[in-house]
């Protein structure tokens, strides 16, 4: 089974700290995906990546930026966090090719809740 | 803006009965998935179904697609407990040539004993 594993279930940080969400996953996926969700709004995709080193801004990259130095890695950075970035922070991720384009499943881990004080 | 819209937001029935959840979504789709979240946890995918399908079956759960009007629905027969959770609707879309699934609000399914 695929696993997507995020660091933290939950993190509470005070407003201006400088925060990381670390995601691992161990099925060698080349596509990788943070999203935050929060009530009435659904999942908005903040940031993804196709290859290390790559990353593509989504919906609501302000105020983020990632790092994906290895393949299994996406990291998520909140560089100065503020209230309104209290959320639940899914990361996600989903194999390439042909075949798997076809599809675009993504794989989810178990989500980080993250209040910022 | 959100390209899936699920309908209702909010469903709760009895144990036994089916569950009817219906998404809505506003442009050309390469295939449309859905997927469930257990309280505080992450989403897990249940079905996928082509833009050239019009009805799949998984187990308990039927999806249908009619891509003249850009909707789907995910039937549940026979809903038990476990079934309790929030469901929602992805749609595979290239936007500005990136590849993305764009998920809809979710609807929260209860299902009372």
């Known amino acids: 089974d695929v696993k997507v594993t995020q660091s933290s279930r939950y993190l509470v940080k005070r407003t201006g700290e400088k925060v990381f969400l670390e995601c691992v996953q161990d099925?060698?996926?080349?596509?990788m995906f943070w999203y935050r969700q929060d009530p009435g709004l659904g999942l908005r995709l903040i940031y993804f990546?196709?290859?290390?080193?790559?990353?593509e801004k989504g919906d609501i990259p302000e105020g983020y930026s990632v790092s994906r130095e290895k393949k299994e890695r996406f990291s998520l950075i909140l560089e100065s966090a503020s209230t309104n970035q209290t959320s639940m922070y899914l990361c996600?991720?989903?194999?390439?090719?042909?075949?798997?384009?076809?599809?675009?499943?993504?794989?989810f881990g178990a989500g980080t809740r993250l209040s910022v004080l | 803006s959100q390209q899936g819209e699920e309908d209702p937001q909010a469903l709760s029935i009895q144990e036994g009965e089916n569950a009817t959840m219906n998404c809505s979504y506003k442009?050309?789709?390469?295939?449309l998935q859905w997927y469930r979240q257990n309280s505080g946890r992450g989403l897990v995918h249940l079905i996928l179904i082509r833009s050239n399908e019009r009805e799949k079956h998984s187990g308990r759960l039927r999806v249908t697609l009619d891509t003249s009007k850009k909707s789907s629905s995910l039937l549940i027969t026979a809903s038990r407990a476990a079934d309790t959770a929030s469901y929602f609707c992805a749609t595979d879309v290239v936007i500005q040539g990136a590849q993305k699934l764009v998920f809809g609000q979710g609807t929260r399914l209860t299902i009372n004993p």
């Open positions: 996600a991720s989903s194999p390439t090719g042909w075949e798997f384009l076809a599809k675009n499943i993504q794989y």
């Open positions: 442009t050309s789709i390469n295939n």
């Open positions: 990546s196709y290859d290390v080193k790559m990353k």
């Open positions: 099925m060698d996926h080349e596509n």
